[in-house]
């Protein structure tokens, strides 16, 4: 398979985002590992590989800046499928060391951030510093020169890394889940498959006080629910907020594409990031009066009127 057919990853090898990349079941072999998420994705851009995967969104910590800010601001690109990967982390340290002797401990922020409470109580006075990925804090402590003790990761990150684990299950919250989005070259939307989401960055005209009422409105009024919504600090206009929002439904449903004229009108700026199936599957109830044939049957009567 040629380099330009492959999908790229937050790597090295044994990353969380490798893991979920591995559960997509029609992914090319050979995947691509990249040492941040921006170089995953200039390398999309730059036609080097088709696609890459990359978190997100942590169900813990929230979204992931550095993925949001990029398809946000970077030459356009397009999400066309999650993946949802429970995560868990363990201690990971060169055989022999005690926890007694951990001093230095190197992750990603997001792993940090999530055993914060078990590093406070077990090892209350370490020295934190961040890395990439987790699987690059793996082979950074595998190293003894490094100047590491101990890494946070997941088991095969560990294990690969020929470490030992001084501690298992140390999230502060056992059940989080992150996200991951497959992204492409701009293209058409995959089809839609009735439990989709759409995804979406709103920079509001700040200046108008109820704004981002009115463009919540624009979703609400038509029934479509919204899963995610965060803001953002906007590098478009100093002092002014973006929102990056995922609303349940495709482009192509009638409900969806009426919502996201009617923010184009009213807003500074949306940037469409994708229309793509929900890992969930879930499909959303659609009030009465906002499916595509209440759209249809409403178009066909103003038709009427205007040509009986
Ligand atoms: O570093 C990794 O392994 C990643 O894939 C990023 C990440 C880090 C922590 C939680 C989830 C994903």
Known sequence: MSAEERYGYLGPANTFCHQALLSIPDAPPDPVPYPSVLLALEAVRAGEIAAA???????????VS???DDLTYGRPLRIVSEVLLPVQFNLYARPGTKLSEVHRVVSHPHAIAQ???WLTTH????QIVTE???AAGAVTVADPESGFDATVCAAVAGEANRLTALATEIADNADAVTRFVLVTRPGPPPERTSADKTTVVVFLNDDDSGSLMRMLEQFASRGVNLSRIESRPSRLVRGAYSFSIDAHGHLADERVAGALKGIKRTSREVVFLGSYPRADKVRPAV????TDGDYRAANEWLA???NP
């Open 304 to 306: 009427e009127l205007t």
């Open 53 to 63: 995967l990359v978190p997100i969104e942590n169900s813990v910590e929230g979204g």
């Open 115 to 117: 055993v914060r409470q």
């Open 123 to 126: 090892l209350p006075d370490v």
């Open 287 to 290: 009030d009465r009066g906002h």
């Open 132 to 134: 990439g990925s987790t």
């Open 66 to 68: 550095a993925t949001l």
